[in-house]
């Protein structure tokens, strides 16, 4: 059984920093793609992406969060990073990291997602 957890997040002024961390336990063989995608408040809110790293660390960034965010990961732990810098009001929301991860008795890829983690950045 693959399962994401994440840790990190919190409250923070505008212009603060905040970290997230995500491992994924279990089972695995090999993963692929990492990212973190968020929920902004409100209903009916769907995930956008913020930020995703293939395992050859090539780095792909929401436009919003271009030069404040930084993305990384541990191939061998298996765990994602992602390094918020100079978070402003509307980087508020739920943030879900989430893997593609083969498991050792599969030949194929699933897509799992960890718990989500509040981010809310006050003014």
């Known amino acids: 059984q693959v399962q994401l957890v994440e840790s990190g997040g919190g409250s923070v002024q505008a212009g603060g920093s905040l970290d997230l961390s995500c491992v994924a336990t279990g089972s695995i063989l090999r993963v692929q793609t990492m990212g973190w995608y968020r929920q902004a408040p409100g209903q009916q809110r769907e995930r956008e992406l913020v930020?995703?790293?293939?395992?050859?660390?090539?780095?792909n960034y929401q436009e919003s969060v271009k030069g404040r965010f930084s993305i990384s990961r541990d191939n061998v732990l298996n765990i994602v990073y992602l390094r918020m810098n100079s978070l402003k009001p509307e980087d508020t929301g739920v943030y879900y990291c989430s893997m593609d991860v083969q498991p050792t008795d599969r030949d194929t890829y699933d897509t799992y997602w960890g718990q989500g983690a509040q981010v809310t950045v006050f003014s």
């Open positions: 930020a995703q790293i293939t395992r050859g660390a090539v780095e």
